[in-house]
């Protein structure tokens, strides 16, 4: 469009905007990935890294060739893909062969994103497509855990958990902490609390999601720690064990995937809740916390459309 | 009126025809597939218990009551004596019933053979059970003594490696053969001491 | 073997009888030639005829309440087919009718009064000082034309202004709905000679603003012929229009307008208009398998 | 009645009559464009495929079985499935005729819905009593509602993405239906 | 129409699956493995081409209101008997094929062609019409499983081309299945953009 | 105290400081004034004065019978200058009358300041009201007398006046709470006296505590009224959120707040309302803000309708840096104008003046389903799938979804990093909604 450089600018109000876009929000995202980075590197050390790398940049490459296939404005400034890349590689196992990291990672920019039409669009978390579709393809690689610092195999605590094998479980102090076999970040909890307060603070993500979510899994598992007489402990071990945090805080509450009403969002805590103990207990898995986001997903647009808030003036239903 | 009955005997006819063809097939296949159908199970039977000569379908003799788990029991005759007892089993399996076809020799209370008939498993997982590979971990393990699964390699007589990433699959088959195992110990073990093992 | 074909013999049998008792009982009346359109009709439920999908079309030709040139998407082949069924003849059905836009105020021509940055919708941008263009009355360059389309018809040219595809405009009306300067007009096909522009200003103030504007200097009206061509009176001022019935495509009015606001097209041939393949709208559940239609 | 939980839950989440077995797809893709219609679908089905249900399991344990002529199975089944769908199609018509418009153009599809057919031959398979047939196929019917809602539900929102030109429509549905086939792979091994 | 051009049209033009999208169920459910999905190709092949003919003879007699119900009544029994010669003659394609030979009659593709081609056509264009649309199904399920089966097990043919760690298992399940056919038809799509047939 | 407000809004940056602090400036008179004939809603006036007559300060010049409408009066003494179609302040071209200024401010003879207003009945304030040509001065410019009259079946318990000033830059309310808190205190006794109700509510937010503190001492002789303090969020001043944080009570959709027993006022309107029946001056000047970061000395005037932006600009020392937008009003809610020849009507509270920001160009982003827009729409809508409906012109489904209650306060639009103009899409599904509605209508 031409314009006459001396004419004044007509818009539509509002004329001011919030400094919030969506690189900003992202590039809280990867900061608050920060802690757990940080913790998967120590713990895991260089096959971390290498499994971290590959995701990112192959997430990137992917973005990029997409954008540019589908003859998108090539614009990756806003770092989505890393972050479905980082929090890729965050649940995938330290010791995991590169090429099938890049490849889950390419899966759920391609197949999951932008297929969909990109950015916003999916309805699908691609980061935990990416690891239920690594999972399923290479059953073996993916259940290959190795013990922090010294990288021995050995099993997770849900892992010992479920098969009952006799080993000791963790205390919970180690599953604070993070030194525990599990996938790069999910180990420690204490950083990914410190990631998860921070994205609150900053206003991106809703505490709704991660209150019913884990809160639905503390009650579920701390009546069956009743039953079966675990006492306070067998709650709080599930809520430390795995990649819950995680979960509840990075991914349950990915903007797109999720529904957009205030009780929709508590609604998909719950249900990821229920889920995760569902399968955790009674399923197939030693885990469930991927699974049960990605169920939630797909009810998603169902949650949206039956969870529509009461308008303002229009009946005294609680909105 | 009329036309109503014009459909009835339309259908009625088309019905009878097709019927006829079915039924002519039917007629003409049915002793190949019987044939065919007794013939694999042979083939099966050969394979696991190769010496003998001649097969009995024994199940009514030595399962009085419905197992939850053997579904026949057949004898294998070495120049008309029994020599080896070969059972039938179906365990749940990943996705569905597993049945195997376990072998025992009577002189030596050992497993002949493990051999999995059917099975709905995963294809490159569960469904590598079918391969010779794991169903040789069996041959020749002493019935006496109950078969764990282990994921690692077996460091004792008693364990079976698991098909990596399908320990459940392999437990399946495992707990069919175990079955067995017991029937024989149970029923035909007399002939032989029975040495005590680990049973868990 | 005898016993699977006398009890196969037997359920056919029974059902048969029961689907007829069935189809004697519960039939329900159609006029047979409204399924014999719906054969015909593209099935595209495009609603260029206005109505609610081709069923209710088919329904309305039967009762010979509406031009089956209507139906946009059937072409000439389905007016004779139409023609067959009903016994009526072609020629007795209306010319068709495709959208001319009636503004030339493109980047060139018009003046701006600012810079608009926002949705780029023409209903929006007039709320603001009608529209960015100093011109009141053209085209405000948003394209909502366009995107109403349902045929891929207009594109947006690259002087800002809408661009139509004769050959592809089936007259839906669809853009003459949304356009809210009511500047594009359905005119018959056959029809060449254009005045593009509305503007009811007078010369000296429509001159300094667009300059392909109408400045009302009644020379297309002097020159006409056929007295086809007028400066008449519309809405707070005066526009010229063409008389249609009356002009007979002969362009000296065209050539004598000194803003050529009047313009003569090159001619529409009907035998070139294509007949469009609208990919069928997939009704919910059609595989086109064929199962459903008799029935 | 833990075994019937146990048909239920199967039916339903592990081997989803859809997303795990194959059976129907071409109306779960066809028909799950609206919220609306694929509720319509899964009225339909579910009523043919119970109906069909109970009316093959009498043919098959008071016809087939005593006579010995099992292998005449997919004819009698196939037989009694379209008698019946185009029965109700003709009584819908008549007495129900606000039904009939939001059912009926489903009805003629589900002749050839294999999960009519896959249900009652499963049945067979499993040698299910009338009452878990009954429960089977009600299962399946509400996996298959359950499989078509879920996936309008995304398909709907789905009308407001920008979709590559050549995956839109049946080709994103089949995407749509992997990824949902992979969140219920989470289901595996419930029992 | 000539009669070659019936039976080109159900390869490409009307391909039934990638085209019609019709059978799409056996389609997924048996293409783990190119030699299970061309046993399907032919069985599909062979009853298609048994009811087209059996249809088109009959269709000037076939009552309109019973007519559903005949031509299942047919298909269903070409369908058994295939079912019972594959179970005699090719025992171990027919425990690969399982529950899907009986399948084959509501495959949506044969009732649709007994429908809007075998019983408006005669004898001869019904063949080629069947002959076409069997080899078009069948091609497409080879195609269909020959990518499940490379990706997926890391063979072809049963011929093991791929190192045991590196083929991607979701491949061969149901998943696999449906990326595939997705991903199949979009760059079908994609062609018949750029060469409209 | 627990400071009331209502569910949802946002935190602007206020920028108020550049203005709150200084005394209001009276602003010069310029040589022409240039007088809309249409300055509230409802029906354009009619000139009643020709081009060259002479016309006095107060004087009515345009008027119309029309239940919605009021008058326009000559705001300064002079000659009619010319009556032509200028641009105005809303977006619109409107016919003005121009008057020369003849710098006598010779008042027109009917300005007569009343003997004793606490005698007039309710009806004769709400024909002095009218007289005056008092439309409401926070935006919205609803003719004041209007909302006086009595509503079958319903009647008014609650007058606010509304202080709040939420609009970041615009302290032109501020200003005159701390100047005229006496004007407004009278002007709310005569409204609450009008329409017959006995409380009487000035609703102030947070930020301006010193005008609290002002008015509070202003009303404490009228015990009926008092001053409500609320936590500063944006969109407070919009009347139906501004209700429920003051009383707790929803005005229902598509309803008024009468329907509610409110009625509503801007603080000035109230101020203007005391002049008029007090002192018989109708509504010819008003409180101007003229603020932003291309101004280079920002002030409150105290200006006369009919002043051009640009010559208030120029008392404010001009610009400075390369100025993008001039907003008329404030730049939430604001129109941006295509040239600051405009004039100040009845309703303009202030002049936004911005430069082009510098940094991150704005660019859209496909949305991404974050919800900010939801959590914050004070009226409870979901804009995004309002916008996606109406990017598809889905307009029925969008009139379910309740777009005609969004009241366009823009705040979606302010949070949502993907930086979408929401209210636009939404402005237009209501005009879309609108139009099916009068078309629906016309073939009835
Ligand atoms: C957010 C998140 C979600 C996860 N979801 C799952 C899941 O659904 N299923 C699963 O097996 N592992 C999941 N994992 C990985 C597990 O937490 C764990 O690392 C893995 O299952 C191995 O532990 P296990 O052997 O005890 O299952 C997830 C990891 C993260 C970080
Ligand atoms: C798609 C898929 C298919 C599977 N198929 C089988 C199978 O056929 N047999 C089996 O025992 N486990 C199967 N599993 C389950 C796991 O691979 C495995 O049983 C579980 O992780 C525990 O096995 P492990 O202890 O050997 O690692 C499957 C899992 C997935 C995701
Ligand atoms: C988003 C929004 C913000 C508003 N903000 C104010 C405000 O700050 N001050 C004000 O007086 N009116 C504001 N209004 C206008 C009020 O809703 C209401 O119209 C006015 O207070 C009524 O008084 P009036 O008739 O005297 O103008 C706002 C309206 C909206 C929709
Ligand atoms: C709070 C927040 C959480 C996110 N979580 C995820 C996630 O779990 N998986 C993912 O792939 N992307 C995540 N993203 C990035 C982005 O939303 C994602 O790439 C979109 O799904 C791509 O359309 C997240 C972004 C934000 C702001
Ligand atoms: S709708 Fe009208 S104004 Fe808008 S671009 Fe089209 S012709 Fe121009
Ligand atoms: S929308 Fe306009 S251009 Fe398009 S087909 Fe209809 S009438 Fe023609
Ligand atoms: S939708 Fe309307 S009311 Fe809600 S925040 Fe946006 S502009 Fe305000
Ligand atoms: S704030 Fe913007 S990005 Fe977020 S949901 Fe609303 S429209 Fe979408
Ligand atoms: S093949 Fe069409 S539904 Fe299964």
């Given at each position: 469009?031409?314009t006459q450089?001396?004419?004044?600018l007509?818009?539509?109000s509002?004329?001011?905007h919030?400094p919030?876009n969506?690189?900003n929000?992202?590039r809280?995202?990867l900061?608050?990935l920060?802690?757990?980075?940080?913790c998967g590197l120590?713990?895991f050390?260089?096959?971390?890294?290498g499994v971290i790398?590959?995701c990112?940049?192959?997430?990137?490459?992917s973005?990029?060739?997409?954008?540019?296939?589908?003859?998108?404005e090539?614009?990756i400034t806003e770092?989505?893909?890393?972050?479905?890349?980082?929090?890729?590689?965050?649940?995938?196992?330290?010791a995991?062969?590169?090429?099938?990291?890049?490849?889950g990672?390419?899966?759920?920019?391609?197949i999951v994103?932008?297929?969909?039409?990109?950015?916003?669009?999916?309805v699908?978390?691609?980061a935990l497509?990416?690891r239920?579709?690594?999972?399923?393809?290479?059953?073996?690689a993916m259940t290959?855990?190795?013990?922090p610092?010294?990288?021995?195999?050995t099993a997770?605590p849900?892992?010992?958990?479920k098969?009952?094998t006799?080993?000791?479980?963790?205390?919970l102090?180690?599953l604070?902490?993070g030194?525990v076999?599990g996938?790069i970040?999910?180990?420690s909890?204490?950083?990914?609390?410190?990631?998860?307060?921070?994205?609150?603070?900053?206003?991106h993500i809703?505490?709704r999601?991660?209150?019913?979510?884990?809160?639905?899994?503390?009650l579920?598992t701390?009546?069956?720690?009743?039953i079966?007489?675990?006492g306070?402990?067998?709650?709080?071990f599930?809520?430390l064990?795995g990649g819950?945090l995680?979960?509840a805080f990075f991914?349950a509450t990915d903007?797109v995937t999720t529904?957009v009403t205030k009780?929709?969002?508590?609604?998909?805590g719950?249900g990821?809740?229920?889920?995760?103990?569902?399968i955790r207990l009674?399923?197939g898995?030693?885990e469930g916390?991927a699974?049960?986001i990605?169920?939630m997903?797909?009810?998603?647009?169902?949650?949206d459309?039956?969870?529509?808030q009461?308008?303002?003036?229009?009946?005294q239903?609680n909105? | 009126?009329g036309d109503?009955i014009k459909?009835g005997?339309?259908l009625m006819?088309?019905?009878?025809?097709?019927?006829?063809?079915?039924g002519?097939?039917n007629i003409k296949?049915a002793?190949?597939?019987?044939?065919?159908i007794?013939?694999e199970?042979?083939?099966?039977f050969?394979?696991?218990?190769?010496?003998?000569?001649?097969?009995?379908n024994?199940?009514?003799?030595?399962?009085?009551a419905?197992?939850k788990?053997l579904?026949?029991?057949n004898i294998?005759?070495?120049?008309?004596?029994?020599a080896g007892?070969?059972?039938?089993?179906?365990?749940?399996?990943y996705?569905?019933p597993?049945t195997?076809l376990?072998g025992f020799?009577?002189?030596?209370?050992?497993i002949?053979?493990?051999?999995?008939?059917?099975q709905t498993?995963?294809?490159?997982l569960?469904?590598k059970?079918?391969d010779?590979?794991?169903?040789?971990?069996?041959?020749?393990k002493d019935?006496?003594v109950a078969?764990?699964?282990?994921?690692t390699?077996?460091?004792k007589?008693?364990?079976?490696?698991?098909i990596?990433?399908?320990?459940?699959?392999?437990?399946?088959?495992t707990k069919?053969v175990?079955?067995?195992?017991?029937?024989?110990?149970?029923?035909?073990?007399?002939?032989?001491?029975v040495?005590t093992?680990?049973?868990? | 073997m005898?016993i699977?074909?006398i009890?196969l013999a037997?359920m056919?049998g029974?059902?048969?009888i029961?689907?007829?008792?069935?189809?004697?009982?519960f039939?329900?009346?159609?006029?047979?030639?409204v399924?014999?359109?719906?054969?015909?009709?593209p099935?595209?439920n495009?609603?260029?005829?206005?109505m609610?999908?081709c069923g209710?079309f088919a329904?309305a030709?039967?009762a010979?309440?509406?031009?089956?040139?209507?139906?946009?998407?059937?072409g000439a082949s389905?007016?004779?087919?139409i023609?067959?069924?009903?016994?009526?003849?072609?020629?007795?059905?209306?010319?068709?009718?495709?959208?001319?836009?009636?503004?030339?105020?493109?980047?060139?021509?018009?003046?701006?009064?600012?810079e608009?940055?926002?949705?780029?919708?023409?209903?929006l941008?007039?709320a603001?000082f009608?529209?960015?263009?100093?011109?009141?009355?053209?085209?405000?360059?948003?394209?909502?034309?366009?995107?109403?389309?349902p045929?891929?018809?207009?594109?947006?040219?690259?002087?800002?202004l809408p661009?139509?595809?004769?050959?592809?405009?089936?007259?839906?009306n669809k853009?003459v709905?949304?356009c809210?300067?009511?500047?594009?007009?359905?005119?018959?096909?056959s029809?060449q000679?254009?005045v593009?522009?509305?503007?009811?200003?007078?010369g000296k103030?429509?001159?300094?603003?667009?300059?392909?504007?109408?400045i009302?200097?009644?020379?297309c009206?002097?020159n006409c012929?056929?007295d086809?061509?007028h400066v008449?009176?519309?809405?707070?001022g005066?526009?010229?229009?063409?008389?249609?019935?009356?002009?007979?495509n002969c362009?000296i009015c065209?050539?004598?307008c000194?803003?050529?606001?009047?313009?003569?097209?090159?001619?529409?041939?009907e035998?070139v208009?294509r007949?469009?393949?609208i990919p069928?709208?997939e009704?919910?559940?059609?595989?086109?398998c064929?199962?459903?239609?008799?029935l | 009645?833990?075994?019937y939980?146990i048909i239920?839950?199967?039916?339903?989440l592990?081997?989803?009559?859809?997303?795990?077995?194959f059976?129907g797809?071409?109306?779960?893709?066809?028909?799950?464009?609206k919220?609306s219609?694929?509720?319509?679908?899964?009225?339909?089905?579910?009523?043919?495929l119970?109906?069909?249900?109970?009316?093959?399991?009498v043919?098959?344990h008071?016809?087939?079985?005593?006579f010995d002529?099992?292998?005449?199975?997919?004819?009698?089944?196939?037989?009694?499935i379209?008698s019946?769908?185009?029965?109700?199609?003709m009584?819908?018509?008549?007495?129900t005729?606000p039904?009939?418009?939001?059912?009926?153009?489903y009805l003629?599809l589900?002749?050839?819905n294999?999960a009519v057919?896959g249900?009652?031959?499963?049945?067979?398979?499993k040698?299910?009593?009338?009452g878990?047939a009954m429960t089977h196929?009600?299962?399946?019917s509400a996996g298959?509602?359950l499989?078509?809602v879920?996936m309008s539900?995304?398909?709907?929102?789905?009308?407001?993405?920008?979709i590559?030109?050549?995956?839109?429509g049946?080709p994103i549905a089949?995407v749509?239906?992997?990824?949902?086939s992979?969140?219920?792979?989470?289901f595996s091994?419930?029992? | 129409m000539s009669?070659?051009?019936e039976?080109?049209?159900?390869?490409?033009?009307?391909?039934?699956?990638?085209r019609?999208?019709?059978?799409t169920?056996?389609?997924?459910?048996?293409?783990?493995s190119?030699?299970?999905?061309l046993?399907m190709?032919?069985?599909?092949?062979g009853v298609?081409l048994?009811?087209?003919?059996?249809?088109s003879?009959?269709?000037?007699?076939i009552p309109a209101s019973v007519r559903?119900?005949a031509?299942?009544?047919?298909?269903?029994?070409?369908v058994?008997?295939?079912?019972?010669?594959?179970?005699?003659f090719t025992?171990?394609?027919y425990?690969?094929?399982?529950?899907?030979?009986?399948?084959i009659?509501?495959?949506?593709?044969?009732?649709g062609r007994?429908?809007?081609?075998?019983?408006r056509?005669?004898v001869?264009?019904?063949i080629m019409?069947?002959?076409?649309?069997?080899?078009?199904f069948t091609?497409?399920?080879?195609?269909?499983?020959?990518?499940r089966?490379?990706?997926?097990?890391g063979?072809?043919?049963?011929?093991?081309?791929?190192?045991?760690s590196?083929?991607?298992i979701?491949?061969i399940?149901?998943?696999?299945?449906?990326?595939?056919?997705g991903c199949?038809?979009a760059?079908?799509?994609?062609l018949?953009?750029?060469?409209?047939w | 105290?627990s400071k009331a407000?209502?569910k949802?809004?946002?935190?602007v940056t206020?920028?108020?400081?550049?203005t709150?602090?200084a005394?209001?400036t009276?602003?010069?008179v310029?040589?022409?004034?240039?007088?809309p004939?249409?300055?509230?809603?409802?029906?354009?006036?009619?000139?009643l004065v020709?081009?060259?007559?002479?016309?006095?300060?107060?004087?009515c010049i345009?008027?119309?019978?029309?239940?919605?409408?009021?008058?326009i009066h000559?705001?300064?003494s002079?000659s009619?200058a010319a009556?032509?179609?200028?641009?105005?302040?809303?977006?619109?071209?409107v016919p003005?009358?121009?008057?020369?200024?003849?710098?006598?401010e010779?008042?027109?003879?009917s300005?007569?300041a009343?003997?004793?207003?606490a005698q007039?009945s309710?009806?004769?304030?709400?024909?002095?009201v009218?007289?005056?040509?008092?439309v409401?001065m926070?935006g919205?410019t609803?003719?004041s007398?209007?909302?006086?009259?009595?509503?079958?079946?319903k009647?008014?318990?609650?007058?606010?006046l509304?202080?709040v000033?939420?609009?970041?830059y615009?302290?032109s309310d501020?200003?005159?709470?701390?100047?005229?808190?006496?004007?407004i205190?009278?002007?709310l006794?005569y409204?609450?006296?009008?329409?017959?109700?006995?409380?009487g509510?000035?609703?102030?937010e947070?930020?301006?505590m010193?005008?609290?503190?002002?008015l509070?001492?202003?009303?404490?002789s009228?015990p009926?009224?008092?001053?409500?303090?609320?936590?500063?969020k944006y969109?407070?001043?919009?009347?139906?959120q501004?209700?429920?944080a003051?009383?707790?009570?929803?005005v229902?959709v598509?309803?008024?707040?009468?329907a509610v027993?409110?009625i509503?006022n801007n603080?000035?309107?109230?101020?203007?309302v005391a002049d008029a029946?007090?002192f018989?001056i109708p509504?010819i000047e008003?409180?101007v803000?003229v603020?932003?970061d291309a101004?280079q000395k920002?002030?409150n005037y105290?200006a006369?309708v009919?002043?051009?932006f640009?010559?208030?600009i120029?008392q404010s020392?001009g610009?400075?840096?390369?100025?993008?937008?001039v907003?008329?009003?404030?730049p939430?809610m604001?129109?941006t104008?295509f040239?600051?020849?405009v004039p100040?009507?009845?309703?303009?509270?202030?002049?936004?003046?911005?430069?082009?920001p510098?940094g991150?160009?704005?660019?859209?982003?496909?949305?991404?389903?974050?919800?900010?827009?939801?959590?914050?729409?004070p009226?409870?809508?979901?804009?995004t799938?309002?916008v996606?409906l109406a990017?598809r012109?889905?307009?029925?489904?969008?009139?379910t979804?309740?777009v005609?209650s969004c009241?366009?306060?823009?705040?979606c639009?302010y949070?949502?990093?993907?930086q979408i103009?929401?209210?636009?899409?939404i402005?237009?599904?209501?005009?879309?909604?609108?139009a099916?509605k009068?078309k629906a209508?016309?073939?009835?």
């Amino acid at each position: 469009m031409t314009t006459q450089n001396d004419l004044l600018l007509v818009t539509s109000s509002p004329h001011i905007h919030s400094p919030d876009n969506v690189p900003n929000a992202m590039r809280d995202v990867l900061l608050a990935l920060l802690p757990a980075l940080l913790c998967g590197l120590y713990f895991f050390g260089l096959p971390a890294l290498g499994v971290i790398v590959s995701c990112v940049v192959s997430a990137y490459v992917s973005e990029l060739l997409c954008l540019k296939a589908m003859g998108k404005e090539v614009r990756i400034t806003e770092q989505s893909a890393a972050v479905t890349g980082l929090l890729l590689s965050f649940c995938l196992p330290p010791a995991l062969p590169i090429w099938m990291a890049a490849l889950g990672s390419a899966f759920a920019i391609v197949i999951v994103k932008h297929l969909f039409g990109g950015l916003g669009q999916n309805v699908f978390n691609p980061a935990l497509i990416g690891r239920a579709f690594l999972l399923a393809s290479f059953p073996v690689a993916m259940t290959h855990w190795s013990k922090p610092l010294d990288g021995v195999t050995t099993a997770t605590p849900l892992g010992i958990l479920k098969e009952a094998t006799g080993q000791p479980l963790p205390h919970l102090s180690e599953l604070f902490i993070g030194t525990v076999a599990g996938s790069i970040g999910e180990t420690s909890a204490i950083a990914i609390l410190i990631g998860g307060c921070y994205l609150l603070y900053r206003g991106h993500i809703d505490w709704r999601t991660p209150v019913s979510f884990l809160g639905t899994v503390f009650l579920l598992t701390a009546v069956v720690g009743t039953i079966k007489g675990g006492g306070i402990q067998y709650p709080l071990f599930h809520l430390l064990s795995g990649g819950l945090l995680m979960g509840a805080f990075f991914m349950a509450t990915d903007w797109v995937t999720t529904p957009v009403t205030k009780l929709g969002r508590i609604l998909f805590g719950c249900g990821c809740g229920s889920l995760v103990v569902l399968i955790r207990l009674k399923g197939g898995y030693p885990e469930g916390v991927a699974y049960s986001i990605l169920l939630m997903n797909v009810v998603t647009p169902l949650i949206d459309r039956y969870t529509k808030q009461r308008v303002f003036g229009g009946g005294q239903s609680n909105g | 009126m009329g036309d109503i009955i014009k459909l009835g005997l339309f259908l009625m006819m088309v019905a009878a025809v097709a019927g006829l063809g079915v039924g002519y097939v039917n007629i003409k296949a049915a002793p190949l597939i019987e044939k065919q159908i007794l013939e694999e199970k042979i083939r099966s039977f050969k394979e696991v218990y190769p010496e003998g000569d001649k097969v009995e379908n024994e199940t009514a003799k030595y399962l009085t009551a419905p197992d939850k788990i053997l579904k026949e029991v057949n004898i294998a005759y070495k120049n008309g004596t029994p020599a080896g007892v070969l059972y039938l089993a179906e365990t749940k399996g990943y996705a569905g019933p597993v049945t195997i076809l376990a072998g025992f020799d009577q002189a030596s209370g050992k497993i002949t053979a493990v051999k999995v008939l059917n099975q709905t498993e995963t294809p490159g997982l569960g469904a590598k059970a079918k391969d010779p590979a794991f169903q040789n971990r069996y041959k020749g393990k002493d019935s006496a003594v109950a078969l764990e699964v282990s994921k690692t390699p077996p460091t004792k007589e008693n364990q079976i490696q698991a098909i990596t990433a399908s320990t459940i699959t392999s437990k399946a088959v495992t707990k069919g053969v175990n079955a067995a195992r017991e029937h024989f110990v149970a029923t035909f073990g007399a002939t032989k001491q029975v040495k005590t093992g680990t049973v868990q | 073997m005898l016993i699977a074909v006398i009890s196969l013999a037997v359920m056919g049998g029974l059902f048969g009888i029961i689907l007829g008792i069935a189809g004697k009982k519960f039939a329900v009346e159609v006029d047979p030639r409204v399924e014999e359109l719906l054969n015909f009709m593209p099935g595209a439920n495009c609603g260029a005829c206005g109505m609610a999908g081709c069923g209710a079309f088919a329904e309305a030709i039967v009762a010979g309440e509406v031009n089956p040139r209507l139906c946009a998407p059937g072409g000439a082949s389905l007016y004779e087919k139409i023609a067959a069924i009903m016994g009526t003849d072609v020629s007795s059905y209306e010319e068709r009718k495709v959208a001319q836009l009636l503004c030339q105020g493109g980047f060139e021509q018009s003046k701006m009064l600012y810079e608009y940055k926002g949705v780029h919708d023409c209903h929006l941008a007039l709320a603001n000082f009608k529209g960015p263009k100093a011109c009141n009355y053209g085209c405000v360059r948003m394209g909502n034309c366009s995107r109403v389309c349902p045929f891929g018809a207009i594109q947006m040219g690259s002087d800002g202004l809408p661009v139509i595809n004769f050959y592809l405009c089936t007259g839906c009306n669809k853009c003459v709905v949304e356009c809210p300067q009511q500047i594009l007009q359905l005119v018959g096909v056959s029809r060449q000679v254009h005045v593009r522009c509305l503007n009811t200003d007078k010369g000296k103030d429509a001159r300094p603003i667009c300059t392909t504007a109408c400045i009302k200097c009644k020379l297309c009206e002097k020159n006409c012929p056929e007295d086809a061509v007028h400066v008449v009176p519309f809405g707070n001022g005066t526009v010229a229009l063409v008389d249609y019935e009356k002009c007979t495509n002969c362009g000296i009015c065209a050539a004598k307008c000194p803003t050529k606001a009047i313009q003569k097209n090159a001619a529409i041939s009907e035998e070139v208009l294509r007949e469009i393949g609208i990919p069928k709208d997939e009704e919910p559940g059609c595989q086109s398998c064929g199962v459903c239609k008799p029935l | 009645m833990q075994e019937y939980l146990i048909i239920i839950v199967s039916a339903v989440l592990i081997n989803n009559i859809v997303l795990s077995q194959f059976l129907g797809i071409c109306p779960f893709l066809g028909v799950s464009k609206k919220l609306s219609s694929s509720l319509g679908m899964g009225g339909a089905v579910s009523f043919v495929l119970v109906l069909s249900g109970a009316i093959t399991w009498v043919v098959r344990h008071y016809i087939l079985v005593p006579f010995d002529i099992g292998y005449m199975q997919t004819v009698a089944f196939i037989l009694i499935i379209a008698s019946l769908v185009q029965f109700v199609e003709m009584v819908m018509r008549k007495f129900t005729p606000p039904l009939y418009k939001a059912l009926g153009i489903y009805l003629p599809l589900i002749t050839t819905n294999c999960a009519v057919l896959g249900v009652a031959i499963i049945n067979v398979q499993k040698d299910f009593s009338f009452g878990k047939a009954m429960t089977h196929s009600l299962a399946h019917s509400a996996g298959f509602t359950l499989a078509l809602v879920l996936m309008s539900g995304i398909r709907e929102r789905m009308e407001d993405a920008d979709i590559p030109e050549s995956m839109q429509g049946t080709p994103i549905a089949l995407v749509i239906a992997a990824l949902m086939s992979i969140s219920f792979l989470g289901f595996s091994g419930l029992i | 129409m000539s009669l070659m051009q019936e039976f080109t049209k159900g390869i490409i033009k009307e391909n039934p699956l990638f085209r019609l999208v019709l059978g799409t169920c056996p389609a997924l459910a048996v293409t783990t493995s190119v030699e299970n999905g061309l046993g399907m190709g032919a069985a599909f092949t062979g009853v298609l081409l048994a009811s087209n003919i059996a249809i088109s003879l009959m269709r000037s007699i076939i009552p309109a209101s019973v007519r559903i119900p005949a031509y299942v009544v047919i298909i269903a029994s070409f369908v058994t008997m295939t079912d019972q010669l594959m179970h005699a003659f090719t025992p171990s394609l027919y425990k690969a094929l399982g529950i899907f030979i009986p399948l084959i009659v509501v495959n949506c593709i044969i009732l649709g062609r007994a429908e809007a081609f075998a019983s408006r056509n005669s004898v001869l264009p019904s063949i080629m019409d069947a002959l076409g649309m069997g080899l078009g199904f069948t091609i497409a399920l080879g195609l269909v499983s020959a990518f499940r089966e490379v990706l997926g097990a890391g063979s072809f043919l049963g011929i093991q081309i791929l190192p045991e760690s590196i083929p991607a298992i979701l491949m061969i399940l149901p998943p696999g299945g449906f990326i595939t056919l997705g991903c199949l038809l979009a760059l079908l799509n994609k062609l018949q953009k750029k060469y409209a047939w | 105290m627990s400071k009331a407000t209502f569910k949802g809004g946002i935190h602007v940056t206020g920028h108020k400081e550049l203005t709150s602090q200084a005394t209001t400036t009276v602003a010069a008179v310029p040589d022409k004034l240039y007088i809309p004939l249409s300055q509230h809603i409802g029906a354009a006036c009619a000139p009643l004065v020709h081009v060259g007559d002479r016309v006095k300060k107060g004087q009515c010049i345009g008027d119309v019978k029309n239940f919605v409408s009021s008058p326009i009066h000559a705001t300064v003494s002079g000659s009619v200058a010319a009556i032509e179609v200028m641009e105005h302040p809303g977006g619109s071209f409107v016919p003005c009358i121009v008057i020369e200024n003849d710098r006598l401010e010779e008042w027109h003879e009917s300005i007569k300041a009343h003997p004793d207003p606490a005698q007039l009945s309710p009806d004769e304030i709400r024909a002095i009201v009218l007289e005056a040509g008092i439309v409401g001065m926070g935006g919205a410019t609803f003719p004041s007398h209007v909302k006086y009259s009595p509503v079958e079946g319903k009647s008014a318990d609650t007058v606010i006046l509304n202080g709040v000033e939420c609009e970041p830059y615009l302290t032109s309310d501020h200003r005159l709470m701390l100047e005229k808190s006496d004007r407004i205190v009278a002007g709310l006794g005569y409204i609450m006296k009008c329409v017959g109700c006995r409380r009487g509510v000035i609703a102030i937010e947070d930020n301006k505590m010193d005008a609290v503190a002002v008015l509070q001492e202003a009303a404490r002789s009228n015990p009926a009224i008092s001053v409500v303090v609320m936590k500063e969020k944006y969109p407070q001043g919009s009347e139906k959120q501004l209700i429920y944080a003051c009383t707790g009570r929803e005005v229902p959709v598509g309803g008024l707040p009468i329907a509610v027993g409110v009625i509503v006022n801007n603080v000035g309107t109230a101020a203007a309302v005391a002049d008029a029946v007090e002192f018989g001056i109708p509504l010819i000047e008003r409180y101007v803000t003229v603020s932003g970061d291309a101004v280079q000395k920002p002030t409150n005037y105290l200006a006369r309708v009919g002043t051009l932006f640009s010559e208030l600009i120029a008392q404010s020392g001009g610009t400075v840096g390369e100025v993008e937008r001039v907003i008329s009003g404030g730049p939430m809610m604001g129109k941006t104008v295509f040239s600051p020849d405009v004039p100040i009507v009845k309703g303009s509270s202030g002049i936004v003046v911005l430069t082009k920001p510098t940094g991150q160009s704005r660019t859209e982003y496909p949305c991404v389903r974050c919800a900010k827009c939801v959590d914050v729409c004070p009226a409870f809508l979901e804009p995004t799938s309002i916008v996606k409906l109406a990017k598809r012109n889905k307009w029925d489904e969008a009139e379910t979804a309740n777009v005609m209650s969004c009241i366009e306060c823009g705040s979606c639009v302010y949070v949502c990093p993907a930086q979408i103009p929401l209210v636009q899409y939404i402005r237009r599904a209501k005009q879309a909604v609108l139009a099916g509605k009068a078309k629906a209508a016309a073939v009835k």
